[in-house]
């Protein structure tokens, strides 16, 4: 098994990203480089990455993607949750994981991430599997953005087979649901993980198709909603919404506690948490207003990619 063309192709990816949101951007990212021994036993974690973050800038408030390659001695219990038979075993994983935070509450928080583990049990062949998707957190809904994000995702994965967008778009309903707010994170996207069942080669050609589609997905939908005029009221609802970000990624985001379980290095980790959020007690939107239409309209399962349903106006999320 040579897992060396899935190295460069995330090096590939990140780099694409980057070059494409710096386009935009008026402020560098910037690029910070890390090596890590694993210790002088041998068995803490080992590796290579390079996180590629910018904060402040005009577009972006806070926005990173990582990429990290690492091997360590035993699979931490996040790995091996649902394939305990792998319990100790050594192991490798790489993978790219982005988030974006913008700065204007009209345009969505979107989270990408693309990623390959190889269990290494002894006496057997390496166990390999792939995981990831993308998934859209917006402030303001707007149908227009839904369907697309939505239906980009589809197209990327129907070469794969017409199952596929269904079964990992209610992967990605499920999987990013607050159990404790009962409610979902945002309008979701396509998640999927341990997927071996189309071998190396199937399940490496689907993992591209879906970190190709990150940019056909997102792009559009930034490029439409940037110039948004907002004031102070869409920013604090930006900044109380993205509360339930960081506690989704703290609690139950499965890649942050791998990172954190197995050593990982703490600031790529945590890249990912917004720079301002802001908690209430018992708040509630007015109802009727477009607050309140995020979670009405938004903020429960729908089949975006069949369309516009009864031909809604694609501007829910605007204030006249």
């Known amino acids: 098994m040579n897992i060396t063309p899935v190295r460069t192709y995330f090096l590939s990816l990140q780099d694409r990203i980057i070059t494409v949101l710096q386009a935009q951007e008026s402020v560098p990212f910037i690029s910070d480089s890390w090596t890590r021994d694993p210790g002088p036993e041998g068995k803490g974690l080992a590796g290579d990455g390079c996180s590629r973050l910018v904060e402040e800038g005009s577009l972006l408030e806070r926005g990173g993607c990582n990429f990290s390659h690492v091997k360590g001695?035993?699979?931490?219990?996040?790995?091996?949750?649902?394939?305990?038979?792998?319990?100790?075993?050594?192991?490798?994983?790489?993978?790219?994981?982005?988030?974006?935070?913008?700065?204007?509450?009209?345009?969505?928080?979107?989270?990408?991430?693309?990623?390959?583990?190889?269990?290494?049990?002894a006496g057997r062949e390496p166990v390999v599997w792939f995981g990831g998707g993308m998934d859209l957190t917006p402030y303001y809904g707007f149908e227009e953005d839904a369907v697309h994000f939505h239906r980009v995702n589809q197209t990327a994965l129907a070469p794969f087979g017409e199952a596929l967008y269904p079964r990992f778009k209610t992967w990605c309903d499920e999987y990013f649901y607050l159990k404790h707010r009962q409610e979902p994170?945002?309008?979701?996207?396509?998640?999927?993980?341990?997927?071996?069942?189309?071998?190396?080669?199937?399940?490496?050609?689907?993992?591209?198709?879906?970190?190709?589609?990150?940019?056909?997905?997102?792009?559009?939908?930034?490029?439409?909603?940037?110039?948004?005029?907002?004031?102070?009221?869409?920013?604090?609802?930006?900044?109380?919404?993205?509360?339930r970000y960081v506690e989704f990624n703290l609690v139950f985001d499965r890649g942050t506690l791998f990172g954190l379980q197995s050593g990982g290095r703490t600031e790529s980790i945590l890249m990912s948490m917004p720079p301002i959020v802001k908690w209430r007690y018992n708040w509630q939107p007015e109802a009727g207003s477009p607050e309140a239409r995020l979670y009405t309209d938004f903020l429960r399962p729908r089949d975006w990619a069949a369309g516009l349903d009864g031909g809604v106006d694609a501007v829910v999320g605007t204030r006249v």
């Open 185 to 243: 994170r945002g309008i979701g996207g396509v998640f999927f993980d341990d997927f071996s069942e189309m071998g190396f080669d199937g399940g490496f050609a689907m993992t591209q198709a879906v970190g190709n589609a990150f940019l056909d997905a997102y792009l559009p939908i930034l490029e439409r909603r940037k110039n948004t005029p907002y004031g102070e009221r869409e920013r604090d609802f930006q900044a109380y919404r993205r509360g």
């Open 73 to 121: 001695h035993t699979l931490p219990p996040s790995a091996t949750a649902h394939r305990p038979e792998l319990a100790g075993s050594p192991f490798e994983a790489m993978g790219v994981s982005l988030v974006f935070h913008p700065r204007n509450p009209y345009v969505p928080t979107v989270h990408m991430n693309v990623r390959m583990f190889a269990a290494l049990p």
